[in-house]
């Protein structure tokens, strides 16, 4: 199946700093890319999204950058709480041609109070 | 929003065994339905994508024979896991495709024994 089997990595932040959770792409095509957060045991819960035709999109406490040009997408997290502790994924689909949704590697955000 | 039932959320089987995981879409027809297969630590790794009354597409790798998809409705799409093995043992998410992105099902956790 496809997606990048590799361990997660991590990122520790301290209350209150801000986070930056990078991802690399792959399919040139994707014209969608979604931010997802995890927790133990649950499945994704929506966080962010943004298409191919934007660089830049902000939500509450939330900011994610897409450069195309190297298949980069990142999450920025302002303020970081310990309950934004949790595994980050990035997800990428080419949407506008009923494209799978293929999952990055994953980062293990802890937030230290 | 477009909510997808899942179940069971955690299941123990005898190794050899067969295991159904069911996904109901409750408010909506999901046409496309994804499964996707968490191993610890790891991402969510696409296993095959089903749609409404045709065959799925498995992803490489995935044996087609031992992961039985069924999508026989717009509402209800179902995984059965063949003689069970341990190796197995994994969280098994569904993801259905909505007009403005895609949901998930809360994930079921199999574990064989």
């Known amino acids: 199946g496809e997606s990048v089997g590799l361990h997660l990595p991590t990122l520790s932040v301290q209350e209150g700093d801000n986070s930056i959770i990078n991802c690399a792409y792959s399919?040139?095509?994707?014209?969608?890319f979604i931010w997802y957060k995890q927790e133990s045991g649950k499945g994704p819960q929506f966080i962010i999204d943004?298409?191919?035709?934007?660089d830049k999109r902000q939500g509450q406490r939330v900011t994610v950058l897409l450069n195309k040009t190297v298949k980069h997408l990142s999450l920025q997290i302002a303020a970081t709480q310990p309950g934004d502790s949790a595994v980050y994924f990035c997800?990428?689909?080419?949407?506008?041609?009923?494209?799978?949704?293929?999952f990055g590697q994953g980062t293990e955000l802890s937030v230290k109070p | 929003g477009a909510v997808v039932s899942q179940h069971p959320s955690r299941v123990i089987c005898k190794s050899g065994t067969s295991v159904k995981i069911e996904c109901r879409s409750l408010?909506?027809?999901?046409?496309?339905m994804f499964w996707y297969r968490q191993f610890p630590k790891q991402s969510l790794m696409l296993m095959a994508t089903?749609?409404?009354?045709?065959?799925?597409?498995?992803e490489q790798g995935v044996e087609k024979d031992k992961f039985l998809i069924n999508h026989a409705s717009l509402t209800l799409s179902t995984l059965t896991v063949t003689s069970a093995h341990p190796e197995d043992s994994s969280f098994y998410i569904c993801?259905?495709?909505?007009?403005?992105?895609?949901?998930f099902g809360s994930g079921t956790r199999l574990t064989v024994v």
């Open positions: 993801s259905a495709r909505v007009p403005y992105g895609y949901t």
């Open positions: 399919n040139s095509a994707s014209d969608y």
């Open positions: 943004i298409r191919s035709n934007m």
């Open positions: 997800a990428e689909t080419a949407y506008n041609q009923g494209g799978k949704l293929i």
């Open positions: 408010d909506f027809q999901a046409t496309t």
């Open positions: 089903s749609n409404e009354g045709s065959k799925a597409t498995y």
